[in-house]
């Protein structure tokens, strides 16, 4: 299994512009979420699904959508990046109980 | 409101040293309680979990913590620390559904040789 992978890695935007951060599991989890890490603040929660078709928001989901039309992939998109949105995204799925993280995507908006 | 305190924003301790990261949760309901390290780069590992039961849990790389509901603490510890533990740890609490994680800010440890 090559469990939840990212793509891309690093990205670089200039405002305004828009961008989906991709991620996907081969578990076949039923629970998939989004985070952000910036420094000083751990993991905020941005927006979660609890199957295909169903989504809700976290802490801050201000900026960002989401879709889950498949088990395996949960894209996040940014509509119109703001420099606020620098940050390191991570990806999670779970079974019901703990959570598989993604090896996470470097996001600059300059 | 639900929330994570990590106290400790920085710790170095030398090689060999025994090791206590605290953490601290304000949470409504029976918590879900886990401990996570993110080494330089990289994603989360889980390190253990708390759910129900034995309140000294026991993890991965030698790690275990303790669950006391009266301090509403988790603190995590290991007895003897090596270098390769130096890494970033986060301290999280659960929803029911397990889907969504409030953490921590974090203690980055450094381990001296």
């Known amino acids: 299994n090559a469990g939840v992978t990212q793509t891309p890695k690093f990205q670089v935007l200039k405002t305004g512009q828009s961008m989906t951060l991709q991620c996907a599991q081969d578990?076949?989890?039923?629970?998939m979420s989004w985070y952000r890490q910036d420094p000083g603040m751990g993991l905020r929660l941005i927006h979660y699904?609890?199957?295909?078709?169903?989504?809700d928001q976290g802490e801050v989901p201000n900026g960002y959508n989401v879709s889950r039309s498949t088990t395996e992939d949960f894209p996040l998109r940014l509509l119109s990046a703001a420099p606020s949105q620098t940050s390191v995204y991570f990806c999670a799925s779970s079974p019901g109980d703990e959570q598989y993280f993604g090896p996470g995507t470097r996001l600059t908006v300059t | 409101a639900q929330s994570v305190t990590q106290p400790d924003i920085h710790i170095t301790v030398s090689e060999g040293a025994s090791l206590e990261l605290r953490c601290n949760y304000s949470y409504g309901a029976t918590p879900y309680l886990f401990w996570y390290v993110q080494s330089p780069g990289q994603g989360l590992q889980l390190l253990l979990k708390?759910?129900?039961?034995?309140?000294l849990v026991q993890g991965i790389k030698g790690f275990e913590a303790e669950f006391k509901r009266s301090q509403s603490s988790f603190n995590l510890r290991k007895p003897s620390v090596h270098w390769s533990d130096a890494a970033e740890y986060f301290c999280a609490v659960g929803a029911p559904s397990y889907n969504k994680l409030i953490f921590g800010a974090g203690t980055r440890l450094a381990v001296h040789p």
């Open positions: 699904s609890v199957g295909a078709g169903i989504t």
């Open positions: 578990m076949n989890h039923e629970y």
């Open positions: 708390y759910f129900s039961g034995d309140t």
